[in-house]
């Protein structure tokens, strides 16, 4: 199986910041690496797709970047919305595997 | 519009089998893939499994011995059966569909159904 690694496993930050979370993959999963805000009570929303592809509807101030087994996600101007946890999850291959989430507490 | 819903009892005692089902609108069950996957409070999401347009199945290892994913088409549901649970599997359960164009790039989700395994 590949195992997703996310860090930090929690972050705090202010309205206005800027923050990046990284996702590492066990072994190479090109770009098939995904990005989900999760809210206590909802499903999971999808974010960023094939590492870096905005997926429609989601603002620009979430923006994907990497290739291989490093990848990051990067939010820029936080606002209190975007408070919650994210997840990485890859799309390689089977099985699918998320990462253990990163908490993003004001 | 794309729409899932689970549905399924809320609770069910150890030993026993949950079922699940989704209920799909908006789209035909037969044109992509479905998976469902878990999430325990407190915890991560968990990607228990998929069913693909032809049928086919694809199961988490460490579940594989006891779920199964299944679909009717008459209905346009997509079913999970998962034996011989405990309280480890208490847990949201979601059902989700691929984002067009890309295989398990979950779009799609359900509002998700919490089971809990309890005597």
């Known amino acids: 199986d590949i195992q997703m690694t996310q860090s930090p496993s929690s972050l705090s930050a202010s309205v206005g910041d800027r923050v990046t979370i990284t996702c590492r993959a066990s072994?190479?999963?090109?770009?098939?690496l995904n990005w989900y805000q999760k809210k206590a009570g909802k499903a999971p929303k999808l974010l960023i797709f094939?590492?870096?592809s905005l997926q429609s509807g989601v603002p620009s101030k979430f923006s994907g970047s990497g290739s291989g087994t490093d990848f990051t996600l990067t939010i820029t101007g936080l606002q209190p919305d975007d408070f919650a946890t994210y997840y990485c999850?890859?799309?390689?291959?089977?099985?699918?595997?998320f990462g253990q989430g990163t908490r993003l507490d004001i | 519009q794309v729409q899932l819903q689970e549905s399924g009892p809320g609770l069910v005692k150890p030993s026993e089998t949950l079922s699940l089902t989704c209920n799909v609108s908006?789209?035909?069950?037969?044109?992509?893939?479905w998976s469902w996957i878990r999430q325990p409070p407190g915890k991560g999401l968990e990607w228990m499994g998929y069913?693909?347009?032809?049928?086919?199945?694809n199961y988490m290892p460490s579940l594989k011995s006891r779920v199964t994913i299944s679909v009717d088409t008459s209905k346009n549901q997509v079913s999970l059966r998962l034996i011989s649970v405990t309280a480890a599997d208490t847990a949201m359960y979601y059902c989700?569909?691929?984002?067009?164009?890309?295989?398990?790039?979950?779009?799609?989700w359900g509002q998700g159904t919490l089971v809990t395994v309890s005597s």
């Open positions: 072994e190479s999963i090109n770009t098939f």
């Open positions: 069913i693909s347009k032809s049928g086919s199945t």
């Open positions: 999850q890859q799309s390689y291959g089977t099985p699918i595997t």
């Open positions: 094939g590492a870096s």
């Open positions: 908006g789209d035909s069950i037969t044109t992509s893939y």
């Open positions: 989700a569909r691929d984002r067009s164009g890309t295989y398990f790039s979950f779009e799609y």
